[in-house]
C-alpha cells in the first residue's frame, strides 16, 4: 500500500509563484514514474506533467512548459512541481498519482490564482 499526500497549494496572485510537494509513504519515488495532474471545476482532469523513474525524461503539457518545473529528492521520497508565473487558468486541484502494481492517487491540494 502507498499513500501520497499533496502540500503546497493556496491562493496566489497572477505572476506568482508555488510549490507543490507530493511526499510519498515507502520507498517508491526513485522506482516509479511519479506525475502530476489536475483538474479545474467542469474540467476532465488533465496531465500537467511527469518525471522517469530515472529522472532523465520529463514530461510537460504544453499549457505549463517553461513555467513549471517538475523535479524529486529520493532521500525524501518527495516530488516536487515548481509552478512560477501562474495563471488564472492554472487555478484547479492538482493530483499527485503513480502506478505500483496499481495507480495510486493523492487527496489533492487546492491552487487558486486570483487577484
Known amino acids: 500500500q502507498v499513500q501520497l499526500v499533496e502540500s503546497g497549494g493556496g491562493l496566489v496572485q497572477p505572476g506568482g509563484s508555488l510549490r507543490l510537494s507530493c511526499a510519498a509513504s515507502?520507498?517508491?519515488?526513485?522506482?516509479?514514474?511519479m506525475d502530476w495532474y489536475r483538474q479545474a471545476p467542469g474540467k476532465e482532469r488533465e496531465l500537467v506533467a511527469f518525471?522517469?523513474?530515472?529522472?532523465?525524461?520529463?514530461y510537460y503539457a504544453d499549457s505549463v512548459k517553461g513555467r513549471f518545473t517538475i523535479s524529486r529528492d529520493n532521500t525524501k521520497n518527495t516530488v516536487y512541481l515548481q509552478m512560477n508565473s501562474l495563471k488564472s487558468e492554472d487555478t484547479a486541484v492538482y493530483y499527485c498519482?503513480?502506478?505500483?502494481?496499481?495507480?495510486?492517487w493523492g487527496q489533492g491540494t487546492q491552487v487558486t490564482v486570483s487577484s
Open positions: 518525471i522517469t523513474a530515472g529522472g532523465n525524461t520529463n
Open positions: 515507502a520507498s517508491i519515488v526513485r522506482i516509479v514514474r
Open positions: 498519482k503513480t502506478h505500483y502494481n496499481r495507480d495510486y
